[in-house]
């Protein structure tokens, strides 16, 4: 007989949530797994005695928390995501006729909130890792990647000296018919002000108009009027603290970065900040080491090595890793030379010989763009007469050798990485960081930070990374249970034929103790 369902709603009715919600369920297993009970006296202070309350800063955590892993990047988005989710509810502690926290209370409580609360609860998860056994410690895989700001590169403003910077702000801005005027300009005067030399400013405008000129030349492009955009010469007054990047093959945005380390036994985040994205990478791994090795020792582990890329790559930084007993494997920049070509390097005297037998002898230390560097130099007596004095220095009156003061650094680097054991570990960097990035962006909300300020991108950076790792904890503690109790019942399957052996077994030395015993009387009866 056909069925046919009609709904009419009750007036009262007996309904459970727990009951809803499957053992196996993840948010179950989460909520079982997660204790943030630790929040209460931590995030005490943000609160005043009286007034109504607020939200619960556990609820607060859990639903930012399922944002990022349900990859919904808007507040907006994740409340309505959580009022339709049963095991989410649960998750929350919210029943189904409780009514959730408005969705920009959100984003206050985000506000109110320091870096250390959300780096605390980071390191709790870690250390739930760690416990677990899914952290050795001993390596760690280092990487960044830029993360696109919540700004356009279409509310750029244009930097003015600092004399002009009050009547700049005077005159109404005019604006063109592809730019939009931002709300309210929030970046300090020091921002405002143009930093670029005379030099880097003809540079800028030498290369507008190659830029301008390409552009014409490319195919399809509409933008004839574009401009070359840096951060010498322009800011975002939408959110200051993001900076113009761009990677080969990509368009220049306005980006933050991330800056990720991953344990390579179980691809564990064990750190993640968020930093500039003008800077290079090199600028931040001093930063990064003295943070994570703190946070490894605390847990008890012990790091032996680091892995990353050539943008990590400086003498100061295999200097300063060597130092704290670390071992790198960075491959060096393509920008270093191990001295001039057909030029012996003396270590016992400190100099170098040219191919015509005369010493280029240390004169000096200094910084030169930021990296320290020795200079040598020949006398002019040695270089006056020499045959191929044209072809070595041209038109100078000595030959000058300035090299990276860290040179034993870069070529004890240099032989580490291009051993087998450096071949290896660079397969095992690509196999572990890379990853990572990869699951941050595609589905866990990195792809854009939706908040404004740098403070506020690394407390984002810190949540994606939580979600990941408690993504990792709950997958390998079911593994572990499931094969526990796969475990369990091969040997509840296998006691039936343990028990007939052994009963077996029994027998035979039974039927021996008998045959024997019936041959020792049968000679007693003869004697």
């Known amino acids: 007989m056909q069925g046919k369902k009609d709904y009419q709603?009750?007036?009262?009715?007996?309904?459970?949530?727990?009951?809803?919600?499957?053992?196996?369920?993840?948010?179950?297993?989460?909520?079982?797994?997660?204790?943030?009970?630790?929040?209460?006296?931590?995030?005490?202070?943000f609160y005043g005695e009286s007034g109504q309350k607020s939200i619960d800063p556990v609820v607060y955590f859990k639903i930012c928390l399922v944002g990022y892993l349900e990859n919904i990047t808007t507040d907006r988005g994740v409340m309505d995501h959580c009022a339709m989710r049963l095991d989410i509810l649960y998750f929350l502690g919210y029943d189904v006729d409780e009514e959730l926290p408005w969705h920009s209370t959100i984003s206050r409580t985000r506000k109110l909130f320091t870096d250390d609360v959300f780096e605390e609860v980071f390191t709790r998860v870690f250390k739930l890792c760690v416990e677990a056994g899914l952290v050795s410690g001993h390596t760690q895989a280092i990487d960044s990647a830029p993360v696109k700001a919540n700004a356009s590169m279409d509310s750029l403003e244009l930097k003015v000296p600092a004399e002009d910077l009050e009547e700049h702000l005077s005159k109404l801005r005019v604006q063109s018919s592809r730019d939009r005027k931002a709300k309210e300009n929030?970046?300090?005067?020091?921002?405002?002000?143009?930093?670029?030399?005379?030099?880097?400013?003809?540079?800028?405008?030498?290369?507008?108009?190659?830029?301008?000129?390409?552009q014409d030349m490319k195919p399809g492009a509409k933008n004839k009027g574009s401009k070359y955009t840096s951060n010498k010469t322009h800011y975002s007054p939408t959110d200051p603290d993001a900076r113009i990047s761009v990677k080969p093959g990509k368009a220049r945005k306005l980006n933050y970065l991330c800056n990720i380390a991953v344990?390579?036994?179980?691809?564990?985040?064990?750190d993640v900040q968020a930093y500039h994205a003008d800077k290079k990478d090199t600028k931040y791994l001093k930063d990064t080491v003295t943070r994570l090795n703190r946070r490894l020792r605390r847990e008890g582990l012990i790091w032996e090595n680091l892995l990353a890329d050539a943008g990590y790559s400086s003498g100061e930084n295999?200097?300063?890793?060597?130092?704290?007993?670390?071992?790198?494997?960075?491959?060096?920049?393509?920008?270093?030379?191990?001295?001039?070509?057909?030029f012996q390097y003396f270590k016992e005297g400190n100099y170098w010989l040219c191919p015509q037998g005369k010493k280029v002898t240390f004169r000096k230390q200094k910084m030169e763009n930021g990296n320290l560097k020795d200079n040598y130099f020949t006398t002019r007596a040695d270089c006056k007469d020499c045959p191929i004095k044209k072809a070595c220095i041209g038109k100078s009156h000595e030959k000058r050798i300035n090299i990276t003061a860290f040179r034993e650094e870069y070529e004890r680097n240099?032989?580490?990485?291009?051993?087998?054991?450096?071949?290896?570990?660079?397969?095992?960097?690509?196999?572990?960081?890379?990853?990572?990035?990869?699951?941050?962006?595609?589905?866990?909300g990195l792809r854009k930070v939706n908040t404004i300020?740098?403070?506020?991108?690394?407390?984002?950076?810190?949540?994606?990374?939580?979600?990941?790792n408690l993504k990792k904890y709950l997958k390998f503690t079911t593994r572990k249970v499931k094969s526990g109790a796969n475990a369990l019942q091969k040997c509840q399957d296998a006691a039936p034929s343990i028990i007939k052996a052994e009963l077996m077994a029994f027998q035979a030395v039974l039927i021996l103790l008998f045959s024997s015993q019936k041959v020792f009387v049968n000679r007693a009866s003869l004697a």
């Open 9 to 45: 709603e009750k007036l009262f009715t007996s309904f459970r949530l727990s009951d809803r919600i499957p053992k196996e369920n993840f948010y179950r297993r989460l909520k079982e797994a997660l204790n943030l009970d630790f929040l209460y006296p931590l995030t005490h202070q």
């Open 186 to 214: 929030k970046a300090p005067k020091e921002q405002q002000e143009i930093t670029a030399s005379k030099q880097e400013l003809q540079e800028i405008k030498s290369r507008n108009k190659r830029w301008s000129k390409d």
């Open 263 to 270: 344990d390579t036994k179980a691809h564990v985040i064990t």
């Open 318 to 342: 295999y200097a300063y890793l060597e130092n704290k007993g670390l071992t790198p494997y960075i491959p060096p920049h393509g920008t270093y030379k191990g001295g001039p070509e057909g």
């Open 414 to 444: 240099i032989e580490r990485v291009k051993s087998r054991r450096g071949r290896y570990m660079k397969g095992k960097r690509q196999g572990t960081v890379e990853p990572v990035f990869g699951t941050l962006k595609e589905f866990l």
């Open 453 to 468: 300020g740098i403070r506020q991108a690394n407390k984002c950076m810190h949540l994606a990374a939580i979600a990941y």
